[in-house]
T-cell receptor
Framework: NAGVTQTPKFQVLKTGQSMTLQCAQD?????MSWYRQDPGMGLRLIHY???????DQGEVPNGYNVSRSTTEDFPLRLLSAAPSQTSVYFC????????????FGPGTRLLVL | AQSVTQLGSHVSVSEGALVLLRCNYS??????LFWYVQYPNQGLQLLLK??????LVKGINGFEAEFKKSETSFHLTKPSAHMSDAAEYFC???????????FGKGTTLSVSS
């Protein structure tokens, strides 16, 4: 099993550009989520999904969009990138809700100029 | 609302010394508590979790944590540090609705020879 995979590993954007961060898991997990990690801030939840077709907002959803058309994939879209979105983004998945073990991807490092 | 506080953003120990990383939580309901570890340039990996069973929880790589309700603490310990333990450690608590995992700001552990 590949587990949770994320692409790209690193991306540089200009302010106002849009892009999609990809996340896929091959463990048939129902729950998937996106976090951003900033120095001294820990991880903060952006959006999550409890199954195909069902998504909800986390703590810091503004400027991000998600959809979940399949169990395996959970892309994160930046509609109009801003320097404040410079961060490391992690995707995670789990069998059940957030009381279950979260399996994290390796992360995407995003720099917005 | 649930929250966690990690005391000390940076802890340094010598190889072979005791490791103690502190975490205090706030929760109005019996908490689900977790410790995750992040090695450089990698995603997070579960070390151990408390889900209202035994108060002393054993995890991977020789780590353990004790849930103390009276002190609202869930400190992480390891009797003898190894160089490979150098990483960032995050304490986390599930929110009451099960719709989020709330992370502390992290503690960086350095191990010197």
């Amino acid at each position: 099993n590949a587990g949770v995979t994320q692409t790209p590993k690193f991306q540089v954007l200009k302010t106002g550009q849009s892009m999609t961060l990809q996340c896929a898991q091959d463990m048939n997990h129902e729950y998937m989520s996106w976090y951003r990690q900033d120095p001294g801030m820990g991880l903060r939840l952006i959006h999550y999904s409890v199954g195909a077709g069902i998504t909800d907002q986390g703590e810091v959803p503004n400027g991000y969009n998600v959809s979940r058309s399949t169990t395996e994939d959970f892309p994160l879209r930046l509609l109009s990138a801003a320097p404040s979105q410079t961060s490391v983004y992690f995707c995670a998945s789990s069998w059940g809700d957030f009381g279950e073990t979260q399996y994290f991807g390796p992360g995407t490092r995003l720099l917005v100029l | 609302a649930q929250s966690v506080t990690q005391l000390g953003s940076h802890v340094s120990v010598s190889e072979g010394a005791l490791v103690l990383l502190r975490c205090n939580y706030s929760s109005s309901v019996p908490p689900y508590l977790f410790w995750y570890v992040q090695y450089p340039n990698q995603g997070l990996q579960l070390l151990l979790k408390y889900t209202s069973a035994a108060t002393l929880v054993k995890g991977i790589n020789g780590f353990e944590a004790e849930f103390k309700k009276s002190e609202t603490s869930f400190h992480l310990t390891k009797p003898s540090a190894h160089m490979s333990d150098a990483a960032e450690y995050f304490c986390a608590v599930r929110n009451q609705a099960g719709t989020a995992l709330i992370f502390g700001k992290g503690t960086t552990l350095s191990v010197s020879s």
